[in-house]
């Protein structure tokens, strides 16, 4: 089926529903490297476990449903460009979840350069209806350009200041770290498997780009919140590079005015910028 900009926005939402134990809770604070801090033991021992805002990326993750021949979306040529999670309430260390993932606008940067889809998935409590986190993804959809629609996107990246930082973090990955990371959900190959790599001209298997946005995210907790989850209210941020198991992540910090700060994360090893327009804000 031929892609169809039109049939995808009038879609109605695509309901998941994920049960989810405190196992899985610290299995994916390990996945984004936590543990290695003493702050870090609330999100990896049972005793007064607390979940990692950026948890909400994984619960009630629907899988790549782009694949889906109905979509008509060429899913070889798509890729993960942008994340940003609003966190609206703490989440529950075990339970049931259902995410609700609608497509918001597909944005056409014409035949030769592809479209931008954007998507939210809202993440509610099973057990009272809470809005826990609304979960928004956009996806460059390299063989789909030429759509028609608009071609502007409905935001631009958050501007990060072109001054010196106000504190940088190292955070260290291990080889094995997308290893541990996909036992969260995500078993592309890619992440894996040498050979799958190598056939997408990678030197190897390259980490998730949602568990160095969790990295991040646990950094950034951290430094500015005193790893505190209620604290944290949103994350954003593109992705402009992949990052190798085992390399070291320098995060840049710009704290800004109230509750807001703006950051980016480097391998200086390879000079490589891996996250960029980074925005976080939270509570005091």
């Known amino acids: 089926m031929a892609f169809d900009r039109e049939r995808l926005l009038a879609l109605p939402p695509r309901v998941t529903h994920h049960r989810f134990t405190r196992r899985d809770t610290m299995l994916y ?3 984004v490297g936590a543990g290695q801090q003493p702050g870090d033991l609330p999100f990896v021992y049972e005793e007064n476990l ?5 948890m909400a990326v994984v619960l009630a993750y629907p899988g790549f449903w782009q694949k889906e021949p109905e979509y008509g979306i060429d899913w070889k040529r798509v890729l993960h ?5 609003v966190f609206h309430a703490p989440l529950p260390i075990e339970g049931d979840v259902r995410g609700e993932l609608t497509i918001d606008h597909i944005v056409d940067k014409g035949a030769a350069k592809g479209a931008l ?10 057990a009272d209806d809470k809005l826990l986190a609304s979960v928004t993804q956009v996806s460059f959809l390299r063989g789909d350009g030429g759509c028609g629609g608009p071609s502007t996107p409905p935001r631009a990246p958050h501007s ?6 106000d504190a940088t973090v190292a955070i260290p990955t291990r080889p094995e770290q997308a290893l541990i990371y996909r ?10 498997d040498p050979a ?4 997408a001209g990678l030197a190897g298997p390259i980490l998730h780009g949602l568990c160095t946005y969790g990295m991040a995210g ?17 994350l954003d941020c593109r992705f402009t590079a992949p990052v190798f198991p085992g390399d070291t992540l320098e995060l840049a910090l710009w704290r800004g005015t109230g509750g807001a700060a703006s950051f980016r994360v480097r391998v200086p090893e390879r000079d490589a910028l891996v996250l960029d327009n980074g925005y976080v804000e939270f509570a005091s």
């Open 196 to 199: 799958v790599a190598a056939e």
């Open 50 to 54: 607390a979940a990692l805002p950026t």
């Open 218 to 234: 646990r950094a950034l907790l951290a430094a500015l919140c005193d790893n505190r989850p209620e604290r944290m209210q949103r």
């Open 81 to 85: 460009a942008e994340q940003s999670v």
């Open 117 to 126: 889809l954007y998507s939210t998935r809202k993440i509610f409590d099973a």
């Open 183 to 192: 036992l969260s959900g995500d078993y592309n190959p890619l992440h894996a």
């Open 29 to 31: 604070a390990l996945g």
């Open 160 to 165: 990060v200041p072109d001054a010196p930082a």
